[in-house]
Every structure is written in C-alpha cells, then in structure tokens.
C-alpha cells in the first residue's frame, strides 16, 4: 500500500450522468495531482494542488471538475462525459511543489467506462 | 514535442536475464524518476536520479543519466517474474513546477519463468 486510496476502484457511467472519484492520501503531503492513463498514450497530468490551491489546470475540459477540501482529500466531479474520457484516473501525492527531490505516491486508480 | 520516451516498447526475456530499458527526455531537467506499473494498479516510485548525478544504484536497479544526450536507461539484474510490469520514465524539469512530471509511454517487461 502506498498510503494513498481511491474510490471507486471501478466506475461505468452514461453519458448523462454526473459521478465523482475520490482520492484520499495519509501521508502528510501537501501536493496532490490528478492524472490520466488512456492505452497507448503517455499519463497525462490533469490538475495539480498544491496547500489546497489549484496550480495546474492542463487544458482539461470543463466536464472535469476537481476540488480540494484539505490537503488529504481531492476529488474528481465528472458530468456529461464522452466515451473517449473513459481510462484509468490516477491520484497522486508528494510532499509539496517546492522540494526538488520529491517522489509521488499513486493510488491504485479507477477505471472509468464512459458509455 | 513529446518527453520521456522509452524504448524498447515492450521488452520479453527470461528468468535471470538483465533487462535494459532506455528514455530519452526533450528539455533540461532537475531530475528523472523511474516508475513501475503492474497491470491496471498504480505507478510505483522506483528511482530518482539528479541532473549532477551520473549513476545510481538500488537493489537489482542500475540507473544512469546521460545529460548530453538527454538520456536514462534503467537496467534490472537477475529478472525475476515478478519483475513483469510497465515500467515509465519521468522527468521534473525543476524550477517553479517541482512536483511536475512528465512521463514516458513506458516499457512494458514480461519475464518468463
């Protein structure tokens, strides 16, 4: 176990429907990142917090809606999504964006299945 | 332009063999991180190496950076089959982004028994 969890681990979604994914890290870190994996493409990072406050949005489209209550917790909002947004979403953390030598911690990801 | 890319794409050998894996970065670099991946789980931190840093060593892990040619290679020792993942290069290129990676496409490894 890394220290950092997610939920749900397997997630299948219409459309239509709005869901959200959930990323909890035990760790103490302060950076937690947003990622995803599609086959045969690099992981892509999406969002990155840093003390709760949003420092990178990658040009993620609006129907990705994260949010940062604290620094242990992030999540994920999706709405209307698109069968090409269904992939592996990984979270991950560090101890913060000001250390040079940091390592990040994943979860084990949540495959989503847009249909 | 695309970062961290590694060969070979996918990479088969046998149990006791030494497995080489190589990543080729675009920009400067703080540092670069080896990951592995075992199916369908989360990214696990093998290995950082510094820009200053020529070699480096951990376990069966052999890693050396080549900032001339913007290069990495990780080379495993003794395989083993539990060694058979997905295995990305990801480089940090410092500055006011510290905590941002960008990844490889990565190598995927299968030993056999």
């Known amino acids: 176990e890394t220290g950092v969890t997610q939920t749900p681990r397997h997630l299948v979604m219409g459309m239509t429907n709005k869901k959200s994914l959930k990323c909890e890290q035990h760790?103490?870190?302060?950076?937690m990142y947003w990622y995803k994996q599609s086959a045969k493409k690099p992981l892509e990072l999406m969002f990155v917090?840093?003390?709760?406050?949003?420092?990178e949005n990658n040009s993620v489209p609006s129907r990705f809606s994260p949010e940062c209550p604290n620094s242990s917790h992030l999540f994920l909002h999706l709405h209307t999504l698109q069968p090409e947004d269904s992939a592996l979403y990984l979270c991950a953390s560090s101890q913060d964006m000001a250390r040079p030598y940091n390592e990040q911690f994943f979860g084990p990801g949540t495959r989503l299945t847009v249909l | 332009s695309q970062q961290g890319e590694e060969d070979p794409q996918a990479l088969s050998i046998q149990e006791g063999e030494n497995a080489t894996m190589n990543c080729s970065y675009k920009t400067s670099i703080n540092n670069l991180q080896w990951y592995r991946q075992n199916s369908g789980r989360g990214l696990v931190h093998l290995i950082l190496i510094r820009s200053n840093e020529r070699e480096k060593h951990s376990g069966r892990l052999r890693v050396t950076l080549d900032t001339s040619k913007k290069s990495s290679s990780l080379l495993i020792t003794a395989s083993r089959a539990a060694d058979t993942a997905s295995y990305f290069c990801?480089?940090?290129?410092?500055?006011?982004?510290?905590?941002?990676?960008?990844f490889g496409q990565g190598t995927i490894l299968t030993v056999h028994p």
């Open positions: 760790l103490g870190h302060n950076a």
């Open positions: 917090y840093n003390f709760k406050e949003q420092t």
């Open positions: 990801a480089s940090n290129a410092g500055g006011t982004s510290y905590g941002k990676l960008t």
